[in-house]
C-alpha cells in the first residue's frame, strides 16, 4: 500500500521556524515529483511548493517564496519543507503528495497528484 506520512507540524509563534517531512513508505520516492500543499479553514487547498525527482527543480508559490525551503532525501525515502519566517496566515493542515515523473528535471505543484498524506497541522500563533 502506498503511504505518506507527514510530520513536524506544531504550533509556533510569529517568526519562527518549523520542518515539516513526509516520508513514504510501500514505494520509493525516487521516481516520484513531490509537491507540499496547505489547506486553511474555510478556504481551497493551494499548492506551495514542489521539488523535481533530481531535486534540480523547485518551485515555490508567491505567498511563500524566500520563507519556504523544500528538499529530498531519496536514501531515506523523505522529503522536507522549511518553513521559516512564520505569519499568521500560514496556519493550515499541510499535506505532501506524490506524482510519478517521467522527467527527472520537472515539477509543477499545480497539478493532480497521486498519493496524499493525511496532513500535519500549523498553527502560527501568539
Known amino acids: 500500500q502506498l503511504q505518506l506520512v507527514e510530520s513536524g507540524g506544531g504550533l509556533v509563534q510569529p517568526g519562527g521556524s518549523l520542518r515539516l517531512s513526509c516520508t513514504a513508505s510501500?514505494?520509493?520516492?525516487?521516481?516520484?515529483?513531490i509537491g507540499w500543499f496547505r489547506q486553511a479553514p474555510g478556504k481551497e487547498r493551494e499548492g506551495v511548493s514542489c521539488?523535481?525527482?533530481?531535486?534540480?527543480?523547485?518551485k515555490y508559490a508567491d505567498s511563500v517564496q524566500g520563507r519556504f525551503t523544500i528538499s529530498r532525501d531519496n536514501a531515506k525515502n523523505t522529503v522536507y519543507l522549511k518553513i521559516s519566517s512564520l505569519k499568521p496566515e500560514d496556519t493550515a493542515v499541510y499535506y505532501c503528495?506524490?506524482?510519478?515523473?517521467?522527467?527527472?528535471?520537472?515539477?509543477?505543484?499545480?497539478?493532480?497528484?497521486?498519493?496524499w498524506g493525511l496532513g500535519t497541522q500549523v498553527t502560527v500563533s501568539s
Open positions: 503528495a506524490a506524482k510519478p515523473s517521467p522527467l527527472p528535471n520537472f515539477c509543477v505543484y499545480t497539478d493532480n497528484y497521486d498519493v
Open positions: 510501500g514505494f520509493t520516492l525516487d521516481y516520484y515529483r
Open positions: 521539488i523535481s525527482r533530481s531535486s534540480s527543480t523547485t
